[in-house]
């Protein structure tokens, strides 16, 4: 599976932006699909998950001001940020894996296929 995440930018704080996660998968539907980021000096950590049935799950700090959803026609995850903060800066990539569980799905460890990360800026 190959993953081209998009959409990243520059914005002022307050702004909004949609990453994109685009897949080569003839089964993309059964997929689930993750974004996780990364700011400069600190580890990867999670943002949200979507799993193939649209259940879906939140790091406490988007809660709210993030969206995840999924359009199987187009294989393509999106992550819509709204009111974004300075700290929300930092490369986004989306991940991806047929076999997550639910009590794993919010583990960088646990999927296989990655995208090549997005940059996301948010001035103050």
């Known amino acids: 599976v190959q993953l081209q995440a998009s959409g990243g930018g520059l914005v002022q704080a307050g702004g909004s932006l949609r990453l994109s996660c685009a897949a080569s998968a003839d089964t993309f539907s059964r997929y689930t699909i993750a974004w996780f980021r990364q700011a400069p000096g600190l580890e990867r950590e999670f943002v949200a998950v979507i799993r193939y049935n649209g259940f879906t799950s939140y790091a406490d700090s988007v809660k709210g001001r993030f969206t995840i959803s999924r359009d199987n026609a187009k294989n393509t995850v999106y992550l819509q940020m709204n009111s974004l903060k300075p700290e929300d800066t930092a490369v986004y990539y989306c991940?991806?894996?047929?076999?997550?569980?639910?009590?794993?799905?919010?583990?960088?460890?646990?999927?296989?296929?990655w995208g090549q990360g997005t940059l996301v800026t948010v001035s103050s």
């Open positions: 991940a991806a894996d047929s076999g997550v569980i639910l009590s794993s799905m919010r583990q960088s460890r646990v999927y296989d296929y």
